[in-house]
């Protein structure tokens, strides 16, 4: 029997990631492994959310950027792309898909390309 996703709540609070543990999720997601095959990736994780994305993934959880932002990372939105967003803090790039019911995490390796 499969267990249905938590809903995205703007005000659950945030957890660290699996990729990265200065990297923040919201604390509801279920974090799931991921298949890539980008060389430019490190690492990256599925966390399922029902919601996080609005209606097709094309409302991007402002709420929980800018609670993203407020832990150190800044969005580089001139590197934007639809549903990937990128995020810096120091030396480290992190990337988030976002789609309706969940988001994508990944950490991209030193010297990547995007």
Do not use: C
Not at 17 to 45: C, H, Y
Not at 61 to 70: G, L
Request: charged letters at 30%; glycine letters at 8%.
């Amino acid at each position: 029997m499969r267990v249905h996703a938590s809903t995205y709540e703007t005000e659950a609070g945030y957890k660290k990631s699996a990729v990265n543990e200065d990297f923040i999720v919201p604390i509801n997601a279920e974090q799931q492994d991921v298949d890539f095959d980008n060389p430019n990736i490190l690492k990256g994780s599925k966390y399922t959310l029902k919601g996080i994305g609005g209606e097709q993934g094309l409302y991007p959880p402002m709420r929980y950027f800018q609670e993203v932002e407020k832990s150190g990372w800044g969005e580089l939105k001139d590197k934007r792309m639809g549903h990937v967003h990128f995020f810096k803090k120091n030396e480290t790039v992190i990337s988030v898909v976002v789609k309706e019911d969940f988001i994508i995490v990944y950490e991209l390796k030193k010297d990547a390309k995007f």
